[in-house]
Each structure stands twice: as C-alpha cells, then as structure tokens.
C-alpha cells in the first residue's frame, strides 16, 4: 500500500494506492449486490413489473434531479469529507432496508426512497472523487492512475454478479445488500487513511451558492471546443448500449431460449477484455499519441453493437455475443481511460466537481430516457428491430469525434493543468 507505480516505474504515491483500495472495495460491493432492488421488490415486496420499472426509473431521474445542486455544494468543500460523508450516507440508507425487513417494516416507498438517495449520493461522490484523483496525482500519472481505475471496475464487474447471484440464492438479495453497505464503510475508512492536509477551496466570489454555479459545469463542457465532442459522444454511446440491455435480456431469455446462467456467462466472461483494454490504453497512447488511439478506439467502439441484433438460438448465438461484447468491452477499456484523463486535463481545478456532477446528471437522465424508449420501441417492433436501430444509430456517433479531432488533439491551454497542481509536489498543501 504504501507506493503504487506507473507502468515506466514511477509512483502515483501512498494517497492514490488508498483511493484506489477504497474504490476497488467500494466497486466489488456495488457489483456484487448488482439487481438486488429489482429482486427485493419481486421476490420480497411481490411488486409487479409496472412497479418494478418505476423503482428503476425513479432511482436514476430523481437522484440526478437531486443531485444536480450538489456539484456546486461539493465544488467549494474538502474533497475527502464529502466522499467519506457520501460513503456513510449510501452505508446507513443499504443497512436501512434488512433492519426494515427484520422489524417486519420494510415497504415498497421505503425501497424507492433509498434507491434515490443512493443515486445522489453516487453522483456527489463522483464528482468529489474527480477532484480528489487529480489533486493527488502527478498529471503525467493520471492516464496511469484512470487505467488503474477502469481494471478494476470491469475486474468487480467481471466477478462481482456471479458471486452475488451465489449470495442472494443462498441468503437472499437483503444480504448482498448489507454486504454492500459494509465495503461503503472500508471505502470511509480507506479515504480516511490517505490523510495529509487538505485545504479548503476558496470562492473568489463569495461563500453563497449562486444560481448560475448550478450551470457551471454544463456550461464549460459545451463551450469547451475539446469537451463538448467528448460529452456528447461518450453520453449517446452509453445511452444507446444502456437502453438495449434490457431489449437484450428480452430477447435472449424469452425469444431464443437461452438460460439465465448462459446470459450471464454472456456478458461476465468479454469483461476480461476491459481488464486488458485498460491495461493497454496508456502504451498505445504512448505509441500512436492520445487523439489518434481515442479516435480509432471511440470508431471500434460504434462498430459492435449492431452485430447483438444478429443473434441466433444455441451455442452459436451465445458465441457470437461473447466475441460482440469482448469486443465492444475491449475497446471501451482502452477509451475509457484516455476520455476521463482528458477530462481531467481540459477542466481547471475550481470546476472539476461541478463539471464531474453535470456529466454524471446527464448521463443517468439520458440513459433512463433511452431506455424508456427503447422500450416503447421493442413493444412495437420487436426486441431485435430496437437493437438493430440502436446498432445503426451508433455507428453514426463517432462524427463526433472526427468533426472536433483538431479540438482533441489541441484542447485550450487555459484548462490544461499544471505540474504545480499536485497535492504531492506541495507536500500535501493541496493545489
């Protein structure tokens, strides 16, 4: 723990090895109770699948709504309280719902409730987490430091459901639940430890929230000329791959027949390819330059989605959506890491929370928009017709990138950041 070194041998420093325990900790947890809402309101609540969709719903478009005057609210606070006030808050409202269950308590509004506040208290943890990689981290470590991120998310993704479908068919979905309460616990603890001093952000404009700071972020991410293309390509690629996972589900488990263990093998065993993307990302860049690999790598990226439309009954089928999704998943752990190293780079430090939060609203608005419509889609055409238009349409999402290449290649050098802005280099004095 204590020195954690970039891939040409340089240390990122005992603060960012905690982080990065806390965040792994965290991850693994989140992904182990992965649909335990939806199971707890089937299998506990006997909820309906109107109800079902609403709790889904809901989480993601009122947590973003109140999550929206948060970005400011963290922007001009400590970093690492927020985070470890985020973790305690998302702690107490998970261990909330087996007490209910024990004390013959627990409701179908108290479910939701803490759907919502988890959602928030994501977004606000985000955004405070940003913020506090980039104070820790050297600039030239921070591609090094993302990638490390993106392994480990796709590495709890990759092992985290499986486990968890284990846990709840043996205990029961409260459990992973709780499960899930306790790594937010090690997550305090392990921001906790990354200790130095952090000063407090100061506002050059005074200590009240102005009106205008609730549109900051999505200010400076559309009037960036390196931004905005990024936003907006990385926020529809999510959205469209969102809204047909449950278009998917629909069609391989009902249409074509296939077990749940096969659908889940399907989409567990390409996560393997996000752990060897990110692994790759930072030598490729080295190699071929940062614009060129995020150009070709957001291009792949468009390419597979359309090929899930094609899926038959049988091996074959399950085949061919392993080799789909390790593809699209390899090329997402190879963008990832550049997308948000860029972000990073291209926002100064006084913005960085606020911008986190707006990207982060937007994209969970998007995807439960798309979603919904999705599904009105695949009602009316079929399963495979809305994957298909989903698979064209994003073919189309890489203009983005190509209009705006000269912006991604020379962002403005007003936001980029300089190598004073590390909490190391200040020996702990913040930036």
């Not at 506990?44 to 969709?53: C, E, F, I, T």
């Amino acid at each position: 723990m204590a020195v954690v070194r970039t891939g040409d041998r340089r240390s990122l420093g005992r603060g960012f090895g905690w982080l990065w325990t806390a965040y792994a900790v965290s991850a693994f947890g989140t992904w182990l109770a992965f649909d335990a809402f939806p199971l707890i309101a089937i299998t506990v609540l006997h909820a309906g699948p109107a109800r079902v969709s609403a709790l889904a719903a809901a989480g993601l478009l009122v947590g973003a709504a109140v999550a929206v005057p948060l970005g400011p609210w963290v922007e001009f606070r400590r970093k690492r309280p927020v985070m470890i006030a985020m973790d305690l808050v998302r702690c107490a409202a998970l261990l909330s719902l087996p007490a209910a269950f024990l004390l013959g308590g627990l409701g179908f509004a108290h479910l939701l409730v803490v759907s919502v506040v988890v959602a928030a208290a994501d977004i606000a943890f985000t955004a405070a987490s940003g913020a506090c990689l980039k104070a820790l981290v050297r600039p030239d470590g921070l591609l090094t430091a993302n990638g490390r991120l993106e392994s480990t998310s796709w590495t709890a993704t990759m092992l985290g459901p499986p486990l968890g479908g284990a846990a709840i068919g043996l205990f029961g979905p409260l459990v992973t639940v709780a499960a899930n309460a306790v790594s937010f616990l090690l997550s305090a603890a392990g921001i906790r430890a990354i200790g130095g001093t952090e000063p407090r952000p100061v506002r050059s404009t005074g200590a009240r929230l102005r009106a205008g700071d609730l549109l900051e972020g999505w200010r400076h991410i559309l009037t960036g000329p390196a931004l905005r293309p990024l936003f907006l390509n990385q926020i529809l690629v999510a959205g469209l791959i969102m809204a047909t996972a449950p278009v998917l589900a629909v069609l391989m488990l009902g249409d074509l027949g296939f077990a749940p263990w096969q659908y889940a093998l399907a989409f567990a065993a390409p996560c393997v390819g996000g752990l060897a993307g990110s692994r790759l990302a930072r030598p490729l860049a080295a190699r071929f330059g940062r614009p060129r690999t995020m150009l070709v790598f957001g291009t792949l990226r468009a390419c597979w989605l359309l090929g899930l439309a094609f899926v038959r009954p049988g091996v074959a089928g399950l085949v061919l959506v392993i080799a789909v999704e390790l593809g699209l998943i390899t090329c997402m752990g190879v963008f990832n890491p550049l997308y948000a190293t860029c972000r990073l780079e291209w926002t100064p430090p006084d913005r960085v929370a606020r911008v986190l939060s707006a990207w982060s609203v937007t994209s969970k608005l998007t995807i439960a928009a798309m979603t919904g419509l999705w599904g009105v889609l695949a009602g009316l055409t079929g399963p495979r017709t809305a994957v298909a238009v989903a698979g064209v349409l994003s073919l189309a999402t890489p203009a983005l990138l190509f209009r705006n290449r000269r912006a991604l290649a020379a962002p403005d050098v007003l936001t980029q950041v300089s190598a004073s802005a590390s909490v190391k280099r200040e020996g702990e004095g913040g930036p």
